[in-house]
């Protein structure tokens, strides 16, 4: 049973440049989460999306970030005209009906804006 | 006041002794814990949770919960090397099936675990 499966891995974009996170939860997991942990700081929850629908999206920026939860597909963070700023480790979590509350956590994916 | 507090250590143990680890939370509605065990440049891994006063064992590992106090702990008995990682406390407002994944993390402490 494959984890949380997150890519790229490593993201290098310019300042200006759009980047986009994806994300493929467990096998049998409905709920999906985006969380952005930066430097000096702890693990930040940014938004929880089910299958097309966001359910909680009080941790994003309210502008050049969105995210979305196809039917067909992973979840795909977006963050627009990308600023220094943004650099962070992203991680997507996922959880399984019975127990939502219980976050399983992929590899992360380290944007780095130049 | 941060939401949930923990002290950033470094915290230091000799290998086989017991690691005390600590966390504070203001949230009174807060009903489920959780501590994740993160090494240097990889992702979170959930080592324990736990949602009722008192303790609760796993293996090496034991976390305690007092919600008068609002204090959540994790004991790491006969401490390693290999346990040497940043160690994160998170809460949840819900409990179980009636909530989901919205966890608020501490900063997390660092535990060096020396040979």
């Known amino acids: 049973n494959a984890g949380v499966m997150q890519n790229p891995r490593h993201l290098v974009r310019r300042r200006g440049q759009e980047a986009r996170l994806r994300c493929s939860p467990m096998?049998?997991?409905?709920?999906v989460y985006w969380y952005r942990q930066l430097p000096e700081e702890g693990l930040k929850f940014m938004v929880y999306?089910?299958?097309?629908?966001?359910?909680?999206e009080s941790g994003m920026p309210k502008e050049r970030f969105s995210a979305e939860f196809p039917k067909e597909g992973p979840s795909i963070l977006r963050i627009q005209q990308v600023v220094r700023g943004d650099s962070a480790a992203y991680f997507c979590?996922?959880?399984?009906?019975?127990?939502?509350?219980?976050?399983?956590f992929g590899q992360g994916t380290r944007l780095t804006v130049v | 006041q941060k939401e949930v507090e923990q002290n950033s250590g470094p915290l230091s143990v000799p290998e086989g002794a017991i690691a005390s680890l600590n966390c504070t939370y203001s949230?009174?509605?807060?009903?489920?814990f959780f501590w994740y065990r993160q090494y240097s440049g990889k992702s979170p891994e959930l080592i324990m949770f736990?949602?009722?006063?008192g303790d609760k064992e796993d293996g090496r590992f034991t976390a305690q919960l007092n919600k008068a106090s609002q204090y959540v702990s994790l004991l790491i008995r006969d401490s390693q090397p290999s346990d040497s990682a940043t160690y994160l406390c998170a809460v949840n407002r819900g409990a179980g099936g009636t909530s989901y994944g919205k966890l608020t993390f501490g900063q997390g402490t660092i535990l060096t675990v020396h040979p």
């Open positions: 979590a996922s959880s399984p009906p019975v127990r939502p509350d219980e976050a399983f």
């Open positions: 096998k049998g997991h409905s709920h």
């Open positions: 949230d009174r509605g807060s009903q489920s």
């Open positions: 999306l089910q299958k097309e629908n966001i359910i909680d």
């Open positions: 736990i949602y009722s006063n």
